[in-house]
């Protein structure tokens, strides 16, 4: 017979653990952006979005993961993710 731990007890734990925060800072050098929106429409996370000009912004930055898919593919280079510094 195994022991069951009760559901109450499984949820306790998971609010228990600490938030994950993010992982990566994006920063966006708007005046290169010719707002292609390719990192907008493909980061996995929706970190960014667009502004009431089309250009992105970083909607989400808790969201970051720092996979680096939109500073790899920008055609401008106009967006840089650094890790988080750990405190």
């Not at 493909?42 to 680096?68: I, M, N, Q, S, W």
């Not at 593919?73 to 510094?85: E, M, Q, R, S």
Request: aromatic share 6%; charged share 20%; proline share 8%.
């Amino acid at each position: 017979m195994t022991d069951q731990i009760p559901d109450q007890e499984v949820q306790a734990e998971k609010t228990n653990r600490p938030a994950k925060g993010p992982r990566g800072v994006v920063t966006i050098f708007g005046l290169w952006c010719k707002g292609c929106r390719i990192c907008v429409e493909f980061c996995p996370t929706g970190v960014l979005a667009f502004d009431e000009h089309d250009h992105p912004y970083v909607a989400h930055p808790e969201k970051c993961t720092a996979c680096h898919w939109c500073d790899t593919h920008c055609p401008d280079l106009a967006i840089v993710v650094t890790g988080v510094k750990s405190q």
